[in-house]
């Protein structure tokens, strides 16, 4: 397992969206095999903010369905501890670094932000 998380401007140069695209959808947690990342999923991740991660898990135990989008053992016993085991590193050692790091790092950029627009707007009046 392995990520990021990533502000605005990183994510915009990460990928290339299409006209209908939003960031929205094109970051959170992936499953992978080979590295090789197959789908998104959803429910690891139960922050409102999943957009700004971009996580992988890798795990040769995800055996695929036929066109390769699906896993096809997910009542597996292996795959449920792997999952498990992805939500408590979430859940435990990222959410609290990315709390108390980039997200309050955020919040305080953005009052930052909305102080210095209102002051510009005072001046003007």
């Not at 140069?13 to 197959?38: H, M, Q, T």
């Not at 108390?100 to 009052?111: A, I, P, V």
């Amino acid at each position: 397992m392995y990520g990021t998380v990533s502000g605005y401007n990183c994510r915009r140069s990460v990928c290339k969206l299409k006209p209908y695209e939003r960031l929205k959808a094109r970051f959170g947690v992936y499953l992978a095999k080979d590295f090789i990342a197959f789908s998104k999923k959803s429910n690891l991740i139960s922050d409102p903010n999943y957009h700004h991660f971009h996580i992988l898990v890798n795990s040769q135990n995800f055996e695929l369905t036929a066109d390769r989008n699906n896993i096809s053992n997910e009542e597996d016993p292996k795959i449920k501890w792997i999952f498990d085991c992805v939500k408590q590193i979430i859940n435990e050692d990222i959410m609290p670094i990315t709390e108390n790091g980039y997200f309050k790092m955020r919040r305080e950029e953005e009052e930052l932000s909305y102080i210095n627009e209102k002051n510009l707007l005072l001046k003007i009046d």
